[in-house]
């Protein structure tokens, strides 16, 4: 089947849609950062989908949980093996993702014998200094998209994932309106929350197309949030510790919400 | 970082996650080695870094070391660190050759952060005092060799069901033990731990009540005891202000004793 090269681009292009569709429920994940670090957040029913990968590394993933788990134990291993032979400093992102990871998947999602990996993903790693906070988006097909400076694009302090671009596209207009890089902790939860809610309103052949209006979107916060439980996850910008992974307990988050 | 295929090593049983052998899959650290024959005469004598003490008293675990680092008869370093924090409850301290020390405190912190990181659960306190007993274990080749010596001790805050400060030593095979008030190792350890029996005997009150500040200065006197008798033990240095290095476990966390405070209470009640 794929010694022709048509037959090859069919088989890559109904194994694209394939993913997609698989991906389509996913809840979205935001991450925003603010003065004092980087917030991970999302709506979760039963599973964990943030995770911290290293010191200075956070995790948010979409897709099955099989491949996630696969994906995210090799960003562990290759991230730990750096950082004991060499030092935590040398333990980067960009490199993680680009030279170790997008190569894989790549590779994963192009041999249409093979399975792909059903997964979405959302890096960020805190930097000394806000400007170099590194949100990075990695593709079940290698694809990286990064919250820095370039052609199409201002640099951003925020990332986001969704179970659909359009969902996706759609949380970061909303960042892009909303968010300020120099917000204080409550002011991000709040913001990424309401980013979620953007990026689920979204979601579903039904879904919203343009920003919803106030009362909507409140509407359906308090709707989601009756069902679901909030995960949320900070890289604390503090250099006094070591580690600046911490997932936040429930009652961090409801007194920083104010409820 | 080196390009990898995904998941090739993944097992039920975990094991496979296991840091160390992770590490010696890459190379990283080096193969157990094959249970030799004793060496009587090794030609080369290894640096070797000497007397550290724990004991429990009312703030937690205090655990304390000298500062020297000797090589037969020659003074090799006299700001060597022998209390080594592991993670954010535990402390490694160390008797024995530095350089393979230092090594297994890094594989094990490491260790406790991969496990903690890759299984979404932080590591028991009875799994931390046995990965350091297994890293003992697999050194023992080094030992017989007569390179590579080291017995630590362990303080540890278990959080767990009965939250309590927890003490053990080790000694060079593996063995763990574990303590209900004092452990002492190194060459200067007989003279400590004497000290620290009478103390816990018949001192004015037990090791288990004393405050911190009687409790540093018990640990003061031990060392400045065991540098009495023992060279490879540096105790205090009086003419260049170096002093041991005193750290204490409890359920906040590690604290360090600042220098400044211990050169205080040094002058106050040892001196």
């Known amino acids: 089947m794929i010694e022709e090269p048509y037959r090859w681009v069919e088989a890559i292009a109904n194994r694209g849609e394939y993913i997609e569709t698989q991906l389509a429920t996913g809840s979205p994940i935001a991450a925003v950062g603010y003065r004092d670090g980087i917030l991970f957040l999302t709506l979760g029913r039963n599973r964990q989908k943030l995770f911290e990968i290293y010191d200075r590394i956070g995790l948010g993933a979409i897709g099955h949980p099989g491949d996630i788990e696969r994906l995210r134990m090799a960003a562990i291993e290759l991230a730990s093996a750096e950082g004991f ?115 689920h309103l979204a979601l579903g052949d039904g879904g919203i197309k343009e920003l919803p209006a106030r009362d909507k979107m409140v509407a359906e916060r308090k709707e989601r949030l009756r069902a679901a439980g909030i995960e949320a996850a900070i890289l604390e910008r503090d250099g006094k510790i070591a580690i600046r992974y911490r997932a936040l307990t429930e009652d961090e988050i409801h007194s920083a919400l104010g409820d | 970082m080196d390009p990898v295929t995904l998941g090739s090593d993944q097992n039920f049983s975990g094991i496979g996650n296991d840091f160390p052998a992770l590490l010696r899959r890459r190379g990283l650290l080096a193969p157990v080695p094959a249970q030799t024959a004793p060496v009587a005469n090794p030609a080369w004598i290894p640096t070797q870094a000497t007397t550290i003490l724990a004991f429990k008293f009312q703030g937690g675990v205090l655990v304390a070391g000298d500062r020297r680092a000797t090589s037969g008869n020659t003074v090799v370093y006299d700001r060597a660190d022998k209390v080594l924090e592991i993670d954010r409850h535990s402390i490694m301290a160390i008797a024995g050759v530095p350089a393979t020390a230092w090594e297994m405190a890094r594989v094990l912190e490491h260790s406790f952060q991969f496990f903690r990181r890759t299984q979404l659960q932080e590591m028991s306190v009875d799994g931390k005092v046995r990965a350091l007993s297994k890293l003992l274990r697999d050194n023992f080749g080094f030992v017989l060799q007569g390179v590579g010596v080291v017995v630590p001790i362990f303080a540890t805050y278990d959080a767990g069901a009965d939250p309590s400060a927890r003490l053990y030593f080790y000694d060079a095979m593996g063995a763990q033990f574990e303590v209900t008030d004092y452990a002492a190792t190194g060459s200067g350890s007989p003279a400590v731990r004497g000290i620290l029996y009478y103390e816990n005997t018949w001192g004015k009150k037990p090791l288990a009540k004393l405050n911190q500040e009687e409790a540093v200065t018990v640990a003061l006197r031990a060392l400045d005891t065991a540098a009495e008798s023992d060279t490879a033990t540096g105790g205090v240095d009086r003419n260049a202000k170096i002093f041991p290095v005193i750290k204490i476990v409890s359920r906040d966390g590690i604290t360090t004793l600042p220098e400044k405070r211990i050169a205080a209470l040094f002058k106050r009640s040892v001196a």
């Open chain 1, 85 to 199: 032979t060499r030092s935590a400093a040398d333990v980067s992102l960009r490199r993680l993702a680009h030279y170790s990871l997008s190569p894989v998947l790549k590779t994963a999602f192009e041999q249409v014998y093979g399975a792909p990996y059903l997964a979405r993903l959302l890096f960020a790693e805190i930097g000394a200094k806000q400007e170099a906070d590194l949100f990075l988006r990695l593709e079940y097909d290698g694809a990286i998209a990064t919250n820095q400076a370039g052609v199409a694009q201002a640099r951003q302090d925020f990332g986001a994932i969704s179970g659909t671009r359009q969902s996706t596209e759609l949380m970061e207009a909303y960042l892009r309106a909303e968010h300020s890089a120099g917000s204080t902790f409550e002011r991000a939860l709040k913001v990424a929350l309401d980013a979620w809610t953007v990026g």
